[in-house]
């Protein structure tokens, strides 16, 4: 027996269920319930002789099903005041921000009026169910909000969410560690990052010491030390709840924290796709046609392979570039000692406070090993095309590449 996900959502399949007259008690259609109604949102208004009315659309109902109702029938006080927020906003965009005198004596709405608030109950219905979906798939405490009150772009129709790398076919991101160390309290003498010939990365407050360009060590599965050894912070995940926000100046998505961050503070990891770097030289001509690119090479020791977040992802999926940014890049090994393949992570380089977006620089200037031969050991994946900059910072270079 074999089956795939169902990619409608469950009021879908319900309305599917009641519009055929059908029972189902997987998906809550019971005798009872195939007659039950719940306003879902409202999608219209009018006045008849001095009665107000709302145009009603049912939970778990088609479209077909929807119905008129008076306002002292309705017990969604939310809803309605979703429906006269999403007016006045229209309205107001039609009058270019300016202030708005809104007329209570109104007959009926005008059909883009109508149109807008039923598109805006829909994205908002889709941003939510958005989140829900993050939130069942990641793995860390910290909760991920989502945000758009800039224009009804939705939930990106092409990406998944992952919480570590999704290795292409005949690519082994686990390299069978089998040993760990025997510290009692870390770190002792012969602690992971002194194993491997570097210094512990964290210091007391569990907070980054290390210089940019040096590897992070941290302790592995097969370690005598616990979950709360001082170095096992990446592999915890975030520990911030952060939104995912849609940006008002044309960057698309971007990442700010709810919380305030201090300097040196593990954020998140940069996680994807892990493909062979000639892959990746293909699917950046095809992604430099729409004009962006999630190609993040690991060349911290040689250059075979590259992190794709296009369609596979975390939260730093959304993390826009900034010519002065407040995350710093740092490659770390925990379960797999490959030089080849290191996870990204994001630390931040300065009090970061709450409601603040989140950045990093996409060349990545000064996060690597000044020493080495690469000039761009750490950054993402050359472009061929030319990208105009619009993070805003003074020191902004003009170009994302």
Not at 312 to 340: A, E, M, T
Request: positive net charge; proline residues 5%.
């Amino acid at each position: 027996a074999w089956y795939v996900p169902c990619l409608a959502s469950l009021e879908t399949l319900q309305e599917l269920c009641r519009k055929e007259n059908l029972r189902c008690k997987s998906i809550g259609i019971t005798n009872r319930s195939l007659k039950s109604y719940e306003v879902e949102y409202l999608c219209d208004y009018k006045v008849e002789e001095g009665t107000e009315y709302y145009l009603v659309k049912w939970k778990g109902w088609p479209e077909s099903s929807n119905t008129w109702e008076p306002q002292k029938n309705l017990k969604c006080p939310l809803l309605l005041q979703n429906f006269l927020s999403d007016k006045n906003e229209y309205l107001s965009r039609v009058r270019e921000g300016k202030a708005l005198k809104v007329r209570n004596h109104v007959k009926a709405l005008k059909p883009a009026v109508a149109d807008y608030i039923v598109k805006k109950a829909k994205q908002r219905i889709a941003l939510q169910r958005w989140k829900e979906e993050l939130n069942r798939k990641k793995n860390h405490k910290a909760m991920i909000l989502v945000e758009n009150t800039v224009d009804l772009e939705g939930p990106p129709l092409d990406f998944y969410y992952i919480n570590e790398y999704k290795p292409a076919p005949g690519i082994n991101v686990i390299n069978g560690i089998t040993t760990g160390c025997e510290c009692a309290d870390c770190p002792a003498e012969k602690c992971c990052p002194k194993e491997a010939g570097f210094i512990l990365a964290y210091n007391k407050r569990k907070k980054l010491k290390i210089q940019p360009g040096l590897p992070i060590y941290e302790c592995n599965s097969f370690c005598r030390c616990g979950p709360d050894c001082p170095n096992r912070i990446v592999q915890k995940g975030t520990p911030y709840s952060l939104c995912i926000f849609r940006t008002n100046n044309g960057r698309g998505w971007g990442v700010k924290t709810l919380q305030k961050i201090k300097t040196n503070s593990f954020v998140m990891e940069y996680v994807g796709e892990v493909i062979t770097s000639e892959e990746a030289e293909r699917r950046g001509q095809l992604y430099d046609n729409q004009g962006n690119t999630y190609l993040f090479d690991l060349d911290y020791d040689s250059d075979e392979f590259t992190v794709d977040a296009a369609r596979y992802g975390n939260v730093s999926h959304f993390v826009n570039h900034s010519c002065d940014p407040n995350l710093q890049v740092f490659n770390v090994f925990i379960d797999n000692l490959d030089l080849r393949l290191p996870r990204i992570a994001l630390f931040s380089t300065r009090t970061i406070k709450a409601g603040e977006e989140l950045t990093f620089d996409y060349q990545m200037k000064g996060s690597i090993d000044l020493t080495s031969d690469s000039a761009d050991g750490l950054s993402p994946s050359r472009k061929r095309i030319r990208t105009v900059c619009k993070c805003g910072a003074v020191c902004c270079r003009g170009y994302l590449n």
